[in-house]
């Protein structure tokens, strides 16, 4: 399943203008309950016997397989160099906070990369001015040699000017939306509070790094297909 996100402009009430995370899916299932589908997934394969899907959706689940990222930085105008460092630098946001949040690898062409960065000047989704968003989708693929593998695919928009006027966005904005969509990628829903990676962003005061709370969900994710894996890789080591 294909999932959708966008991370929108409004504003918050007594506060200049800022950014209000939204989010919209394609389909029913929020992208928690899909991780945790996943999860599902992983544990009713083991109780099947069948260790290599198990293991596969743990690792659709933690993401720890090296994934290949293209920034396409053909339309970000004098702001690709700050629109790069943005992006690297919100991916080092969360290596510093979970160090083994992702392996990305920056490739040098679309066609060979898992995750497609774009950058525009601006981001619009059903008519209105985003700052950025992403579309992914997980899966197991079986191959011919009889292993099975997960899959991880997307795309992620992040907008290089201000709505409303050609003022860029700030490193710390692009970064702020970096972050928060490389959160969708890796499993994380949208949150409510001001002050979150993955919650509302006033414009004056960009978040620079994750909540405990966020830290939280992720470990707890990660723990549990980390578990998971433990059991499939002694039940394989037992046949």
């Known amino acids: 399943m294909a999932l959708r996100f966008k991370l929108a402009f409004g504003v918050l009430a007594g506060l200049a203008s800022a950014f209000v995370s939204a989010a919209e899916f394609q389909g029913s299932n929020r992208v928690m309950d899909v991780m945790l589908h996943h999860l599902d997934r992983a544990q009713s394969s083991l109780d099947a016997g069948d260790v290599k899907s198990a293991m596969a959706w743990t690792e659709a689940v933690m993401m720890d397989r090296q994934e290949k990222v293209y920034l396409d930085l053909s339309c970000a105008g004098n702001q690709s160099s700050t629109a790069a460092n943005a992006f690297k630098g919100a991916l080092q946001m969360w290596l510093d906070s979970l160090p083994n949040a992702a392996d990305l690898l920056f490739v040098k062409s679309e066609s060979e990369a898992d995750v497609v960065v774009?950058?525009?000047?601006?981001?619009?989704?059903?008519?209105?001015?985003?700052?950025?968003?992403?579309?992914?989708?997980?899966?197991?693929?079986?191959?011919?040699?009889?292993?099975?593998?997960?899959?991880?695919?997307?795309?992620?928009?992040?907008?290089?000017?201000?709505?409303?006027?050609?003022?860029?966005?700030?490193?710390?904005?692009?970064?702020?939306?970096?972050?928060?969509?490389?959160?969708?990628?890796?499993?994380?829903?949208?949150?409510?509070?001001?002050g979150d990676l993955m919650g509302p962003l006033d414009l004056r005061a960009p978040v620079s790094k994750l909540s405990e709370t966020e830290l939280q969900a992720m470990r707890e994710m990660r723990d549990q297909a980390s578990r998971i894996r433990g059991i499939a890789l002694l039940s394989a080591a037992g046949r």
């Open 118 to 194: 774009r950058f525009n000047p601006q981001v619009v989704s059903e008519g209105l001015n985003v700052a950025g968003n992403i579309q992914w989708s997980r899966s197991i693929v079986p191959y011919a040699d009889g292993q099975v593998r997960a899959s991880v695919k997307a795309v992620i928009q992040v907008r290089t000017e201000r709505p409303g006027s050609n003022q860029p966005m700030s490193f710390e904005l692009m970064r702020h939306t970096c972050a928060h969509e490389i959160g969708h990628l890796l499993g994380l829903g949208d949150s409510y509070r001001v």
